[in-house]
């Protein structure tokens, strides 16, 4: 049974995988003006940047009060929140509203546990818009300097207690923590039979709850190797692409994260993506897919669109 917000339900729980297999806290790094981003990108190993964000106008300035005043009249689409108040970032548990509606609805929610209908801004806060007021945003941030293309950029915002379930994405990410702590549960790509991906209908999700696991349905998970981090305000993590991650936000949260495409070379080393690949061409919705779009579900995947529909 492939999890889903409605299965997803104890809010208590941040994970319930084994503390023994649990990896030494991840490297962490002092960013500095000089910082050799592509160097780090080129490790591919995830790592906690420290000091990065404080140097953004964003530390400084983005509260609810200020992003209500930029943004109070423009349409976004806020995920609502499952059982537990979790997503599984499907788009079709997302609901366009006014962002000074959702800042309303976020402060309504802010200091009791996450329920089933609230609201996150997650997939839906995209700041990569021709809209001058988001334009003006976007410049508030610091986008690492990377030769690879940025895909997307994000704005998450929640009322705390809010969960992200266990995925991973096609794609380098930073993620970046202006308000608030999210705890996260990372998984390295190879070990991606011990958390049963499902490919179907999330192309990037998994069959395991990490909240409870169900160690007799799933017994590989028992074994699996993860890092337990703690992101503060402030930090920034460097989650190289096909890092499966499961994502707890405490507090008010606000964040921000840019994708980029990978170079082409390293998925096609990375367990997850290969899987995933194999998957869209050998299954018979994959096939008829790519006989009627001539190839197009190819070149999407070959291009590292997002791909949740
Ligand atoms: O912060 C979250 O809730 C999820 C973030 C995430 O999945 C990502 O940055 O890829």
New binding site residues.
Partial sequence: MPVTTENLDRADVFHGLDPAHRLPPLKRVQWTPDFDWPALFRQARPVIIEGFVASWPAARKWDLDYLQDRLGDRPVRAAILGQGGV?T?DYCNERPLLFADLVGRLRSQTGRPARAGDV?L?QGGSLLSQDPPIQALYNEIDVPKVPLAVRAA?L?M?SGG???YL?F?PME?V?AMLKGR?KLVLIPPDETPHVYPIYDPDPLGSAVNLRQPDFERHPRLKSVTYWEVVLEEGEALF?PMGYW?H?A?EGLNI?V?V?WAPQHARWLLNAPMRGLFLAQITSRKGLKRLAKAKFQALKQLLSFAPMRH
């Fill in positions: 997503t970032l996150y997650a994000t998450w929640g809010n969960v992200t995925h994405d990410n993620l999210k989650l991650h994502v936000s964040a994260n994708w």
